[in-house]
């Protein structure tokens, strides 16, 4: 480790140890001399006389008072200074120790170099297919294109689309109600299923798309803005900012007929997967929030 600091001073652990010592050293002479200055007020008080044995008296005490208290503050400052010595050898000892966990014993490579199969043969593409290719778009209604296999010489390959297997707004909320169901943790790391058990994980679980689900960023790619009239079930009210700033939630229905207040699912980090009624758009202080419906 480098040099430790503290306070006003910087100094590595050998010397502060050294500094400890020859404070301790000092104390030891200053109680000497404390000791032969009892010995000179004891020898001084028979000759003289008694106004000037006690003044004399008077500036020996002084002396000795002020040599205590050096005393005590060096025996302080070389306590302090020895476990603060102490101090940095254990982390020192820490770090050395922990360095060498993640060293690689006897030389051999890192973990992650040594965790490649070696002796797997590199991969090469076939010349033909020999089966379908299907290619899933994530937006909403832009269906399933499934790639008919043809021959190597052949110009152009036959597209033939297939149907959509978006999930329908009682699919999008009863899949939000499971997670509410078991109320799971809120976690922008953690996944359930696959997917991440945050708000924009819990939102890409409903609607179906890859795991571990997209953000409160990229939602709007698989999805658009709808007016708040045509707010339906499956629907989702989205604040597009990033990372923890952003945050999204499922609608469920209206609450009342003002459209005041709504029934929603939602991931937070106070209460988990939960089902609650919220006012609309959102409550006071978690910025914009716009009603968004999966497709574009």
């Given amino acids: 480790m480098g040099a430790a600091v503290t306070g006003a001073f910087s100094a590595a652990p050998d010397v ?19 000791e032969r200055v009892a010995a000179v007020d004891v020898a001084a008080s028979r000759p003289l006389a008694p106004p000037t044995f006690e003044a004399v008296l008077a500036r020996l005490r002084e002396a000795v008072e002020t040599l205590d208290r050096a005393e005590r503050t060096g025996v302080d400052l070389a306590d302090r200074l020895a476990e603060n010595a102490r101090a ?9 120790t922990r360095l060498l966990d ?28 020999d ?7 994530i937006g909403r209604g832009a269906g399933i294109t499934r790639i008919t296999p043809v021959a190597v010489d052949t110009p152009a390959a036959s597209v033939t689309p297939v149907a959509s297997s978006v999930p329908d707004a009682d699919e999008i909320v009863a899949r939000a109600k499971r997670w509410a169901d078991l109320r799971l943790r809120y976690s922008m790391s953690g996944l359930h299923d696959g997917y991440r058990t945050d708000c ?10 890859p795991p571990p689900g997209l953000t409160t960023v990229t939602l709007p790619e698989v999805s658009h803005r709808i007016a708040e009239d045509d707010l339906r079930p499956g629907d989702i009210l989205l604040n597009t900012a990033p990372g923890a ?19 929603a699912y939602e991931e937070s ?3 988990g997967a939960h089902h609650g ?9 978690h910025g914009t929030f716009r009603p968004y419906r999966l497709g574009t």
């Fill in 102 to 129: 993640l060293a690689a014993p006897n030389g051999a490579a890192p973990p992650a170099a040594a965790s490649v199969r070696v002796a797997e043969p590199p991969f090469t593409l076939p010349e033909a297919f």
């Fill in 245 to 263: 700033a952003g945050h999204t939630l499922i609608f469920a229905g209206w609450a009342d007929a003002a459209h005041t207040s709504y029934h």
């Fill in 277 to 285: 009624t919220v006012p609309y758009p959102y409550w006071p202080g």
């Fill in 88 to 96: 940095y050898a254990d982390v020192d000892s820490v770090a050395a």
């Fill in 200 to 209: 924009s994980g819990l939102v890409s679980m409903a609607w179906g798309l």
């Fill in 131 to 137: 089966g379908p290719v299907t290619v899933r778009p």
């Fill in 269 to 271: 980090a106070s209460k």
């Fill in 16 to 34: 502060l140890v050294a500094l400890a010592g020859r404070l301790r050293a000092i104390a030891g002479e200053v109680w000497a001399l404390r």
